[in-house]
Structure formats: structure tokens, C-alpha cells
Nanobody
């Protein structure tokens, strides 16, 4: 059994900040450091968008829409991945999911995430 549990979502005004956390449990903790971890968001009526990912070696990739505003990080000792979101905009409103997949993935290669959290809602008002 494996679980990813997100927290930290909420409602903020435009320009505000939120920090999302995602804690892993179950078999993923045996080799958490070997997983690529990501944050993916989905807004109603829109396609799913990979916001950020972080490889086992710490290499990161961001969607153009969040570069310079969002920062992904990981703490392997806590089996946790974070997403610090700053200067939030109404278009950032979505359900944010964390996801995991073993291996390291080059920036241009899409990750076929196979472990997902249940999601946390982020709402940004103008």
C-alpha cells in the first residue's frame, strides 16, 4: 500500500502565497529518494497541467506559467515534497495533486505518474 497525502491548500487573494506539502507513506518510503516527485493541477474544464517536478538528484522543471513564482523542494528524511507558491493569480485556481514515479526524467520527457495523492484545492480570488 502506498499513499500520498497533500495539505496546505486554501483560499487566498491574488498576490498571496501558499505552501503545499505532500507526505508519502507505505512502500514508497523504502526508497523515497529514488522517486521523481511532481505537482500537477487541474482546473474545471481545463486539461491537467504538470506544474513542477523534482528528480531524485534535485533537478527541477517548471511549467512556463509558474516559473519564477513557484518552487518545488523535497525532504527525503520526511518523505515529503513541497510546493511554495507566491504571487498567486486567479488562473492558479485548481485542484493540486502530488504524484510520484521511480527514476529520473529528462526535462523534455513526459513522466507517466503512477502514484497519486487525493488532491488539495487552491482558490485565488482577484
Amino acid at each position: 500500500q502506498v499513499q500520498l497525502v497533500e495539505s496546505g491548500g486554501g483560499s487566498v487573494q491574488a498576490g498571496g502565497s501558499l505552501k503545499l506539502s505532500c507526505v508519502g507513506s507505505g512502500y514508497i518510503t523504502r526508497s523515497y529518494r529514488n522517486y521523481c516527485l511532481g505537482w500537477i493541477r487541474q482546473a474545471p474544464g481545463k486539461e491537467r497541467e504538470e506544474v513542477a517536478r523534482i528528480n531524485s538528484d534535485g533537478a527541477t522543471k517548471y511549467a512556463d506559467s509558474v516559473k519564477g513564482r513557484f518552487t518545488i523542494s523535497r525532504d527525503n528524511t520526511r518523505n515529503t515534497v513541497y510546493l511554495q507558491m507566491s504571487d498567486l493569480k486567479p488562473e492558479d485556481t485548481a485542484t493540486y495533486f502530488c504524484a510520484a514515479r521511480t527514476g529520473s526524467w529528462a526535462p523534455l520527457v513526459p513522466v507517466h505518474w503512477n502514484i497519486w495523492g487525493q488532491g488539495t484545492q487552491v482558490t485565488v480570488s482577484s
